[in-house]
């Protein structure tokens, strides 16, 4: 069992969730979030992410933290959204 990595945005627009990559082991994706949670670096939004397109001035959305999570993939599948 693989553990898909993944980060997004809540957003006036609705929520994002990107794929961040794979852990090879559970622990190694719960140290991942736990990580992601604790730092003040955000991974970059693709271009096309409504945090860079909202045309709300003063919108949250444009300086909030992403969430970060995992979830299980088995063998043989890549964990594609």
């Known amino acids: 069992m693989r553990y898909e990595l993944l980060y997004?945005?809540?957003?006036?627009?609705?929520?994002?969730?990107?794929?961040?990559?794979?852990?090879?082991?559970?622990?190694?994706?719960?140290?991942?979030?736990?990580?992601?949670?604790?730092?003040?670096?955000?991974?970059?939004?693709?271009?096309?992410?409504p945090v860079w397109t909202c045309p709300v001035t003063g919108c949250p959305g444009h300086l909030q933290r992403p969430w970060y999570a995992y979830r299980a993939v088995p063998d043989g599948e890549d964990g594609t959204l």
């Open 8 to 49: 997004g945005y809540c957003h006036c627009f609705g929520r994002t969730t990107y794929r961040h990559g794979l852990a090879a082991s559970e622990s190694e994706a719960r140290q991942w979030v736990a990580e992601g949670r604790g730092s003040d670096q955000r991974p970059v939004p693709p271009g096309s992410d």
